[in-house]
């Protein structure tokens, strides 16, 4: 699970808490579960409160435009 990845890195790789993070995709539904998991591991939890869905996030957009090209691509030079 998420929370023995995110324990082992730090505690066995020496990763900082600080250089990893969990990115969910519907926040309002997901993000309770998560917490509940993260928190009951001792993994700390630190939630951005903006709400501002990852997809709108400035430095994503571009990102994602990308990836649709790719996949748009890809899916035309699919034969039939």
């Known amino acids: 699970n998420i929370a023995d990845i995110l324990?082992?890195?730090?505690l066995e790789d020496g990763v900082p808490w600080n250089d990893m993070a969990v990115l969910v995709r519907a926040g309002a539904r997901t993000l309770p579960v998560v917490r509940r998991a993260l928190t009951s591991a001792g993994?700390?939890?630190d939630v951005?409160?903006?709400d501002l869905p990852l997809?709108?996030?400035?430095a994503v957009a571009p990102l994602l435009?990308?990836?649709r090209a790719v996949a748009r691509a890809?899916?035309?030079r699919r034969p039939g």
């Open 7 to 10: 324990r082992r890195a730090h």
């Open 43 to 45: 993994v700390p939890v």
């Open 48 to 50: 951005d409160g903006d």
């Open 55 to 58: 997809r709108h996030e400035p």
């Open 65 to 67: 435009t990308a990836l």
């Open 74 to 76: 890809e899916e035309e």
